[in-house]
């Protein structure tokens, strides 16, 4: 079966996306292949972590100029762009601060998931991210927190949970200590679900490609079908034809 090819969505350091690397290296993606690495920041020291292993990457900021929805809707489109270029059949956002939206969305839908650092529905949605969703954890007085992979869709952290990773909150807990201790969780949740995505969109290609063959040969089997019944009409035709020649002889 062939590599699933991954395009990772960055706008930060890309600790998660060190992560991606190693556990390709280790095989522990299964049939992924990190293909393409996207950031919406320039200076995201995450592009620089692609360029160390040879991976092709883009920088499209979005364009301030344009009113929101349109700035993010153009946006998107640029990566579905590039990722289609690129056969990418599985978008992972590890640390991406830009909104996703508009056709992407559909064309790749089921085939899109996102790193959040909490347990989702908890302190998710429009704005939620990085200091803020861990200041809120704490503000709320929860016990624990963790992070959740979630496949995208048009809103924002509202998509299906695909898994979660939990760590208590501590006494005396500052958002930053919380912090780190959900990104050594964070680190392996986003290899768990990258692997698990590789291998459920692998399975429906393979289920996909056998369906087609199935159908190609059925419609072969058809034709030969209707072949052999027009060569047997042809046939009857001529035979008819010869008796009827003989009759008139007679």
Known sequence: MSDINIMVLVSGGGTNFQALLEAEKAGMLGPGKLAVAVSDRKEAYALERAKLQGIPVYIIE??????????????????????????????????????????????????????HPSLLPKHGGMGMYGERVHRAVLDAGEKESGCTVHLVDAGTDTGPILLQRKVPVLVG??????????????????????????????????????????QVEA?????????????????????NAMKQALEDDD
Do not use: F, W
């Open 62 to 115: 979005p364009d301030k100029n344009l009113p929101k929805d349109e700035r993010r809707i153009e946006h998107s489109d640029q990566i579905c762009r590039i990722a289609k270029e690129n056969h990418v059949s599985l978008i992972v956002l590890a640390g991406y601060l830009s909104i996703i939206a508009g056709k992407i969305l559909k064309y790749y839908e089921g085939r899109i998931i996102n790193l």
């Open 173 to 214: 807990d500052t958002p930053d200590a919380l912090a780190d201790r959900i990104h050594e969780q964070e680190h392996i949740a986003i290899v768990e679900a990258t692997e698990l995505m590789a291998k459920r969109i692998q399975k429906q290609i393979a289920k996909e490609e056998k369906k087609h063959k199935q």
């Open 219 to 239: 419609e072969k089997h058809e034709h030969e079908i209707q072949q052999q019944q027009k060569k047997e009409h042809k046939n009857k035709l001529e035979l």
